[in-house]
């Protein structure tokens, strides 16, 4: 299938055409003549971005399909969890068809690579990530997929979640998980060993969760920094939301982000208006790798996050007061490139030979369109046009 | 002309059908039949809710419609307050043109009813005021507008501005402004006694932006409230933003929300990701009228605000964390009944008899019409359709 974009703006340049031809970016310029039977589209001077990316995200979890469901938890972490648990097991949803859902709500929104961590616990064992894993292939064609190993319930405080975890690496997780090694496990030594040993033996990558603030989280990261040191494994590790880091002083903050640069460990954001979040604009500076994620969308955990990945740039920017051009395209950045690098995609981009995973989207420039958020009037990936004047050709589920 | 909506859910209630006949809600119930002539609408399931109502914006500056103007101001209030003068001078714009530009942007958004802050200085003169009042008059069949006089630049510190604002309420706006009277003026007793003279001379209503920090926003609010009190000005007065009433400690703030109540001074507020804002839900509990508002909408102080009141109720609740359905309910109260509230709107609401500002979008609750602030599928003001299937039907200015 060819497809010819004419009069679009690649992140915001000059108008150009781009030609796409199975399933690639075959040629960007302008006058392209279109070839014999190539589908044409009127690109309309819009922005033409590539497939958004949500590198922190719960596949397993959502509501989504399923009728509007008041959010019933209490405010703790601890609340969250366990009301979760007790409205999974009311409404037995099943993770395969939840996440399918899921891939197909955030694809009519632009995203195109997803990381999603997964839940396994004692109580569910592998039901989650076998239902991903399933959803991973029959969408294939539509979004690539990473799973994290994620243990939801605790990790050190539950004998077995840590065998199941590695379990699931071995039956094809990519990352294995982790969540607040103090605050969660009161056991940081315990959960890291466990976690960073998985990785040493599988080769497998590294993003753990870490909602803990001041020095619970900032000795958490400390604790990483050492082992990704001591194992080898430069490059492999993320740390995911990250507070801590907005709410250590300047001083503290400098000393991390040294640690995070010498043994390059990644930042995964997903903003969170009421908390402090990594300062974005000063991590990229240093240098530090960074990606944006929507946490889990319509969920027991509350209804706040869509899954819309272009809002979410726009939730970044907001949350820091961040208005100027350069900086709120920094936050699409995160949304795009910064996900796809966390990923380890190398056909990414809106160059020629990339996946074409494309978006057209009112707006002059990455600013515009970050701050509007209009839908998404053309969403592309592999090729395949999968919303189309606004609406979706995807087959509701 | 008559206009029969079928099937849709009222704030979210049970499905039934709307009939609107010569401006005004007619009917409510369920099997309604069209009368001959009867324009009808599918309500397909959706949610109605009343016209969206933005009680804090600034009309006669935004820079919509032209091209993307990418932001250049520092990063103190003061340096965006130089920044403006300067890009406005320079782009030379109409202040009723871009009103009225705004005015559209804002119907297609849902927005129906419009609180006004507009720029009043020794430089422009009556110059905006007179823009926007020739707006609320060409723009008056399609939104209830009303217009603040503002002194963006200073009161105290520019003579001669006290005297225009005064000017601007004989000619008719509807209420007289303030700006930080500690933090902008340096003389909170000059500011604050003149603009509740001129309140009290003229019977006008009286809102104050209030972006002071701490102490300097609280004795503020103490100084409006004995000059509220001493000039019999009860429930004339608002505080916009009011930031300190999120920043004080809980005791003062208690004192605060006594006086608050004592002087039935309202709240209205924009949100702003980076800012402690009032505690909306407990200023709500405690009996507070609160009123929301989009701020400035694409202008020299950034591009971060949209004019989309539902996705500004979706801030006001992630700003907060609020999750569950009550509280993000609250925030969609603010952007409708609080705000037509805080205007002195009497025909207002999805009863019979009161005007139909009538707005259709997906979504079986409010909350989750928050939660995704999807287009608006349809738009009405005082009967007239002005979005019909997601479509403007108003010119491009």
Tied chains: 1, 2.
Excluded at 84 to 89: H, N
Excluded at 219 to 230: C, H, L, N, Q, Y
Excluded at 268 to 280: E, L, Q
């Amino acid at each position: 299938m060819t497809t010819l974009i004419r009069g679009c703006r690649p992140w915001g340049g000059t108008i150009c055409d781009v030609l796409v031809r199975d399933g690639r970016i075959a040629e960007r310029g302008s006058g392209l003549a279109a070839p014999d039977g190539a589908t044409v589209i009127d690109g309309a001077g819009q922005m033409l971005l590539p497939g958004l990316v949500d590198a922190h995200t719960h596949l397993d979890k959502t509501l989504l399909g399923t009728p509007w469901h008041p959010h019933s938890a209490g405010e703790r972490l601890i609340d969250l969890i366990t009301n979760e648990r007790r409205v999974l097991s009311e409404l037995q949803l099943d993770p395969a068809l939840q996440s399918r859902r899921m891939v197909h709500h955030m694809l009519e929104r632009g995203t195109t690579r997803i990381r999603s961590h997964v839940d396994i616990g004692t109580d569910i064992a592998l039901r989650h990530f076998h239902g991903v894993a399933e959803t991973r292939e029959t969408c294939a064609d539509l979004a690539a997929i990473q799973i994290v190993a994620f243990p939801q319930t605790g990790m050190m405080i539950l004998p077995g979640v840590a065998d199941l975890m590695e379990q699931a690496v071995k039956e094809g997780a990519e990352v294995i998980g982790g969540l607040d090694p103090v605050g969660i496990d009161r056991d940081p030594r315990g959960q890291l060993d466990a976690v960073f040993a998985i990785a040493g033996r599988h080769g497998c990558e590294i993003d753990i969760h870490l909602h803990d603030l001041g020095e619970m989280g900032a000795i958490t990261i400390e604790m990483m920094a050492e082992r990704t040191a001591a194992l080898g494994l430069k490059g492999k590790a993320t740390v995911s939301h990250g507070f801590c880091l907005g709410d250590v002083d300047e001083k503290r903050l400098e000393g991390l982000i040294g640690l995070l640069l010498e043994n390059d460990i990644a930042i995964a954001t997903c903003g969170a208006g009421h908390y402090p979040i990594p300062p974005i604009l000063k991590l990229r500076a240093a240098g530090v790798r960074m990606s944006a994620g929507s946490d889990g969308v319509r969920d027991a955990w509350g209804p706040l996050n869509n899954g819309d990945m272009l809002e979410r740039a726009y939730q970044l920017a907001w949350h820091g007061d961040t208005r100027d051009d350069p900086g709120i395209e920094t936050m699409l950045e995160l949304a795009t490139q910064g996900g796809a690098q966390a990923m380890g995609a190398t056909d990414y981009g809106l160059d020629v030979g990339n996946r074409a995973d494309l978006v057209l989207v009112a707006g002059e420039t990455a600013a515009e369109a970050v701050c509007y958020h209009p839908p998404r009037e053309m969403v592309m990936t592999g090729g395949r046009i999968v919303v189309e004047n606004g609406v979706s050709l995807l087959e509701p589920i």
